[in-house]
Structures are given as C-alpha cells and as structure tokens.
C-alpha cells in the first residue's frame, strides 16, 4: 500500500466622466479570476481520516495529524493504520504538500520510504473531504485546535466499519477526571447481530502535545485525534475488525 485562502476576486471598473457609463476593464462587465490558492494557505495542524481498499492490505483505516507550514513542508506527523495485514499503530511520517489552483496534494512518508498520498479541495479553517489516498481511498481533513481540549466530559458517538459484516452504532460515554469512564451506553449491528451495552467501559487518556491519545471502548483498543475542544475522532487498534469513531463532547 502506498503511505488544503483566497486570493481576492479582481474586479476593474472605468468610469467614463463625460458619459458616466460604467466600463469593465477588458470587458462589458466586471470580470471575475478564478480563486487560486498558495501553499502560504496551508499552515497549521491538521488531522486526516482516509478508509479504502488496498490490493495487498485489503480494506483499511487511517487517521493521523499533522502541521504544515506554509512553505511546503510537514513534520509531526503521525498515523495510525488499521490494515487487512495487520495493525501498524503511531507510525512518524515526514511529508511535503503542494498547491495548484484550489487543490492541495499531501505526500506523507514513513521511515521504511513506505509513501501515503492524498489530495483535497482547500479549506482554510474547518473541514474538507480528502480523496485519492494512495490512489482510491477517500475521507476528510479536518482543520486542529488542540488548545483548550481537556479529556473529562460527556460524548456522544457513531461508529462504523466492518467485523463479521458491515458494523453501525451510535453511543455515549462519561469520561471522568481521570479519564476512566463512569457511565454511557452503545448499541450496534454487525452484519446480522445487534448488541446493546446499556452502561460502557473504557478510558479516554490525556493526549500528547501532537493532540494523539490512546483509548479504549468496550474492550476495543483506540488510537484518537483532538480535532478541537468538542471533537475527536477514534480509530480501532484490533485486527478483528475496523472501528472509526467520531466523537462529540456535550
């Protein structure tokens, strides 16, 4: 397997002072430029979520963050890949990224020379769907603000993914102070089988500088991102299945 403003729009306008008609520069109306981009525009931490099928790892999952810094350049980063072949948790990776018009394209590498490739529509601040990861895996990208995310609070989930069959759900958990949880629920379907947790289990650790904490959820290891204050988003370390979890503190 191979391992995101503006310019302003210009407008000209010439006023004839004896006939008072107004004028477009070069044309009879105001003209318009395509909204172009620079890697300028691309700088801070970011956090990605890609999911596809690989022809020698089969179905997989990755999430992982970053910093860009407007010149090019990526460094902290790291990933979490939940593979067909196997979990490969918090690998570091090194990158580059260039811009072309409204697109960003992101080149992320491991220490093994091991390549992730992936391009998005840019989006200064919130979130924008990424596409081509390593070819034809899809997902977002997720703008970073780890400032001001403690771990104790109330947070309600989905997940997705696949174990026997394709799995849903949807839940809720109560991380206390020390992150152990004091209460939630969960209920989801595995291909034919729907099983309801009407209290849960777990831990939501603190996080490292980067915003990447690990976790666990009814026995599930996990690997999270701080996306923001209110946001992270969880994805599973066990070989039995593919977990991704976004969650959402009240």
């Known amino acids: 397997m191979n391992r995101l403003g503006f310019d302003l729009a210009v407008r000209c306008l010439c006023a004839s002072s004896l006939s008072l008609l107004l004028v477009a520069c070069g044309d009879s109306g105001s003209s318009t430029k395509t909204p172009t981009n620079t890697v300028g525009d691309v700088s801070g931490g970011y956090v990605f979520h890609a999911s596809g099928t690989d022809s020698n790892d089969g179905d997989y999952s990755v999430l992982g963050s970053?910093?860009?810094d407007g010149k090019g350049?990526?460094?902290?980063?790291?990933?979490?890949?939940?593979?067909?072949?196997?979990?490969?948790?918090?690998?570091?990776?090194?990158?580059?990224?260039?811009?072309?018009?409204?697109?960003?394209?992101?080149n992320l590498t491991d220490g093994a020379s091991v390549k992730d490739s992936f391009s998005a529509n840019?989006?200064?601040s919130g979130t924008t769907p990424l596409q081509n990861f390593d070819g034809s895996g899809s997902g977002m990208l997720y703008k970073q603000t780890t400032s001001g995310f403690v771990t104790p609070g109330t947070y309600s989930f989905s997940l997705?993914?696949?174990?026997?069959?394709?799995?849903?759900?949807?839940?809720q958990f109560v991380a206390g102070t020390g992150g152990t949880f004091t209460g939630g629920n969960m209920t989801f379907t595995d291909a034919q089988t729907s099983l309801s947790y009407p209290t849960v289990t777990g831990?939501?650790?603190?996080?490292?500088?980067?915003?990447?904490?690990?976790?666990?959820?009814?026995?599930?290891?996990?690997?999270?991102?701080?996306?923001?204050?209110?946001?992270?988003?969880?994805?599973g370390l066990n070989d039995q299945?593919?977990?991704?979890i976004p969650a959402t503190k009240q």
């Open 241 to 244: 299945n593919l977990l991704y």
């Open 160 to 171: 997705t993914g696949e174990g026997q069959g394709t799995i849903s759900g949807s839940g």
């Open 73 to 106: 350049n990526i460094s902290s980063a790291v990933a979490d890949y939940n593979l067909g072949s196997g979990i490969d948790p918090n690998v570091p990776l090194t990158g580059t990224y260039t811009v072309s018009g409204t697109i960003a394209t992101f």
């Open 66 to 68: 970053f910093v860009a």
């Open 122 to 124: 840019l989006a200064v």
């Open 203 to 235: 831990f939501l650790a603190t996080p490292l500088t980067n915003g990447r904490g690990q976790a666990a959820l009814v026995g599930s290891n996990l690997a999270y991102y701080v996306v923001g204050p209110n946001q992270i988003l969880m994805l």
